[in-house]
């Protein structure tokens, strides 16, 4: 029997990865800790909560007492490091949150692990889970590969790429099991409504404006989450120790089309006359240091382990939108109280 930490569990990705863990290995035990942040939500894991093998732990990364004897006492075998500050927007208005949580954070959790386990690691697995936004942004040509030089250039992947470094620096100094894999830009189910799909459904089902930053020419590789959660299964069961993989959907969009895409599916939907959400569009001030475009190679995780996103971009954007409408009442909870404020920030002087 295995005891495994999820770091994160309760927000976007990480309640995908739960989910299937906890479905897919009911003889080990799964452990989900949070904090419950702004973009946690044990709402996202009503359907699995009660199942034998699931067990939530509500505690901040950056408490290491806290941390520390969590592992004294659960004996992690296996962790899964997705607990981080994701928005980019919110590292821009207050960077300071990032490096506390994803940097500090990510210390904790492998000063724990490397406490409890020292040299006696063999069978026992440290993943971290990253993004692609580490690389830099892209021009119109080439791919990021696994090993494209470090570029991060806001607070969010500064940090991300720090704890990157970290993980590497543990692996290589103290001999410490880890993986890594970095990842575009995932859709689906869960996703807090500051991100951009789920913001643009929220706002187009309420007749609000949709914000596009800049001209919308930026471009993002999208992935629908449940083939992120397959990749990090797959990963953390059989990835090789010591090495990084990208992930990705082989899918780019331009903003701006992506958002007309999901006007044209919320018509049809909604059963509103063509053309009628694509007039909600409106274009905002840019984002500072908006980084053009992201795009993933990832024919090493395709060649070595086998991995192919399972979902079409049309599949994954017709799940994601009827999931959306048929739970508003999800969006109605996440978007009360602070989101308003949030929204009022960011937006109302665009
Ligand atoms: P999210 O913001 O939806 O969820 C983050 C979770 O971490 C929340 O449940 C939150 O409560 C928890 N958390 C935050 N600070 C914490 C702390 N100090 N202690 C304990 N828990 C804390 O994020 P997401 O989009 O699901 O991303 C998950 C991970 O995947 C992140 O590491 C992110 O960098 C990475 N990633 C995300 C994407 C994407 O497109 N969303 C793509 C590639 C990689
Ligand atoms: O690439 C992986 C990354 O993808 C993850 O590491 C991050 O955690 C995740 O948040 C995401 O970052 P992005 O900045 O790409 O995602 P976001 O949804 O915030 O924005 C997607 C694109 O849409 C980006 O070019 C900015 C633009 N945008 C975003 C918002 C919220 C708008 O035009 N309007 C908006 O209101």
């Not at 570029?151 to 590497?168: E, F």
């Not at 995932?186 to 001209?215: C, D, M, S, W």
């Not at 044209?264 to 001030?285: H, P, Q």
Request: charged share 25%; proline share 4%; glycine share 8%.
């Amino acid at each position: 029997m295995k005891n495994i930490l999820i770091t994160g569990g309760a927000g976007f990705i990480g309640s995908h990865v739960v989910r299937l863990f906890v479905t897919k290995y009911p003889d080990h035990q799964i452990y989900n800790l949070d904090d419950l942040t702004y973009a946690g939500n044990l709402e996202n894991l009503r359907d699995i909560e009660k199942r034998p093998n699931y067990h939530f732990i509500k505690a901040d990364i950056v408490d290491e007492n806290r941390i520390s004897g969590l592992f004294e006492k659960h004996a992690f075998d296996g962790v899964i490091h997705l607990a981080a500050e994701s928005h980019v927007d919110r590292s821009i208005s207050n960077p300071t949150e990032f490096i506390y949580t994803n940097i500090i954070g990510t210390v904790n959790l492998l000063n724990a692990f490397r406490h409890i386990w020292g040299n006696r690691a063999a069978g026992k697995r440290f993943y971290h889970i990253s993004t692609d936004e580490v690389y830099g942004s892209l021009g119109n040509e080439g791919l990021f590969t696994e090993n494209t030089p470090y570029d991060p250039r806001s607070p969010y992947s500064a940090s991300k790429a720090s704890s990157d470094h970290l993980v590497r620096a543990y692996a290589h100094t103290f001999g410490l099991p880890v993986v890594l894999s970095n990842c575009s830009n995932n859709y689906g189910p869960f996703q807090f409504p500051e991100k951009l799909i789920p913001l643009a459904i929220n706002n187009i089902r309420n007749n609000k404006p949709i914000p596009v930053y800049g001209k919308g020419e930026n471009i993002r590789d999208w992935l629908y989450v449940e083939d992120h959660a397959a990749a990090i299964d797959l990963i953390f069961h059989e990835g090789k120790l010591g090495e990084t993989y990208n992930i990705g959907g082989s899918n780019e969009w331009k903003n701006i089309e992506l958002i007309r895409l999901l006007c044209d599916i919320m018509d049809k939907k909604l059963k509103r006359e063509e053309g009628a959400s694509a007039r909600l569009i409106t274009f905002v001030k840019d984002r500072a240091g908006h980084d053009l475009r992201y795009a993933i190679d990832s024919s090493k995780i395709q060649q070595e382990l086998g991995w192919r996103p399972a979902h079409t971009f049309e599949e994954g954007m017709e799940k994601t939108v009827e999931w959306y409408l048929e739970n508003e009442q999800w969006m109605r909870n996440v978007t009360s109280g602070d989101y308003q404020k949030y929204y009022s920030s960011q937006y109302e002087k665009r």
